[in-house]
Nanobody, 115 residues
């Protein structure tokens, strides 16, 4: 079992920045690819960014150039640096990790961007 806990969400004005963290605990050996997803009210959950074990990254077009995903394997932590935030970035942000073929999700952290 792997437990994921997100933090760093909050309320920010448009144009501002936030840094999200996702800490993995439990059976953390060989955690594979990780990613950030978000879900806005009334919408489906969507991919924001993913990062492999060797830190290859992939971003949704809507966040390219503004968000940066990274991970510190020694700390079992993944980050999402979010700059130039827009009201449309408002959502609950979830962390996901793959571990020996299984997927694990955190409970999410709310990000609200005011105009």
């Amino acid at each position: 079992q792997v437990q994921l806990v997100e933090s760093g969400g909050g309320l920010v004005q448009a144009g501002g920045s936030l840094r999200l963290s996702c800490v993995a605990s439990g059976s953390i050996l060989s955690i594979g690819a990780m990613g950030w997803y978000r879900q806005a009210p009334g919408k489906q959950r969507e991919l924001v960014a993913t990062i492999s074990v060797v830190s290859s990254t992939n971003y949704a077009d809507s966040v390219k150039g503004r968000f940066t995903i990274s991970r510190d394997n020694a700390k079992n932590t993944m980050y999402l640096q979010m700059n130039s935030l827009k009201p449309e970035d408002t959502a609950v942000y979830y962390c996901k990790a793959r571990h020996f073929g299984d997927e694990y999700w955190g409970r999410g952290t709310q990000v609200t961007v005011s105009s």
